[in-house]
């Protein structure tokens, strides 16, 4: 949006929540526990992750046509991958809000709590917007896995459907935030980031203007 967010009051938005990154994941975990469309989408891809699962060992053990420990460990593989990829899932975040329009973007990492957050200082983004950025990573890395699973023989199969599982556990931060957007639908929401203070806000459009 071409607003700052000193302008968002006199525009007539109020403060609707304030999010301190260091609190993301009961946030996250609060808004994932909600119906709304995205937590049911967020589940089924983790299903469909499961399922994958179960079918490809499933498969191992019937036919025995590859050993088990030999796909076990290819499926170790896919984990370890995964989180290899946290530096890239970040910089297509980044690229997602370049796209929409920011131009101070950074990147912040809490090795306790064991987050990543890409961030748009005071960039405001409407609902729109920050259902680019937010869904970013998880749709471009998984059509690159699909793609590639059709590429590679049948351990490296393995390691991909590890990476598939991995991968969309850990996009649960992006599910959550979206499944707050989806929350307030009925709601005018918009969000900026502040990096200094390490906060996200959010605000919603009011029906009656502020008096100047």
Known sequence: MKIQP????KNGYVLLDTLNHMEIVPFVQAYLKKRTNFTLLYYAFNLLAVTLIGLVF?????RNAIKFGDAFGHFSY???????????????????????GADQTSYDVNWKKFYFMAIADHFVAN???????????FAVISMALLILFFLVN?????????????????CSGDFG???YFSFHKNEEVVT??????????????TEVQPIS
Not at 6 to 9: I, P, W
Not at 154 to 170: D, K, N
Request: include cysteine; charged fraction near 20%; aromatic fraction near 14%.
């Open 6 to 9: 000193s302008e968002l009051e």
């Open 192 to 205: 900026y980031d502040d990096a200094v203070e390490k906060r996200t806000y959010f605000f919603k459009k």
């Open 78 to 100: 896919g984990i370890l991958i995964a989180f290899l990829l946290i530096p890239i899932h970040e910089y297509i975040h980044v690229l997602a809000y370049r796209s929409q």
């Open 58 to 62: 499933g498969l191992i053990a019937g």
């Open 177 to 179: 935030l979206l499944s």
């Open 127 to 137: 609902r729109r917007e920050f259902q680019v950025v937010a869904l970013a990573p």
């Open 154 to 170: 049948p351990l490296w199969q393995i390691t991909i459907i590890g990476i598939f599982f991995t991968h969309t556990a850990c």
